[in-house]
């Protein structure tokens, strides 16, 4: 469950139907944040970095992932599940299938938490 004492400014960015749904339906992130857990939805949609210094290279994201400190996957955890519930969730969803391997929208639904992170480490979105 995501911390509901924002201030009003966050407040405004959630969007109910997403909030409920991973309450309902959670991701796992807020306990699963390790860089073998991302690996684990890199391996399974199979994403392919596409913008960053690490285009194309999967293998050089993975590195990178199970070298982050617990500092930085607590972090990309934090932001992917707030960011998940926010308005811009379907969004974030269409930029995704644009970019990257087209995902069903309930594969999507399911990983956003994890997949959002990725995309922002990877330069799509900023967070």
Known sequence: MINKSYSQG?????????EK?????PSGINSNFNGTDFIKIIDLVNFLPRRSEIKGNVNLLKQVLLSFDFDTLHQMSMDGNFYSRTKKHDDYYLLYNILYNK?????????????????????????
Not at 21 to 25: A, F, I, K, L, W
């Open 10 to 18: 966050y407040k405004d960015l959630i969007d109910p139907k997403w």
């Open 103 to 127: 995902v069903e929208k309930l594969t999507w639904d399911k990983y956003a938490p994890y997949l959002i992170a990725l995309m922002a480490i990877d330069g799509t979105i900023k967070l």
């Open 21 to 25: 749904y991973y309450d309902v339906n």
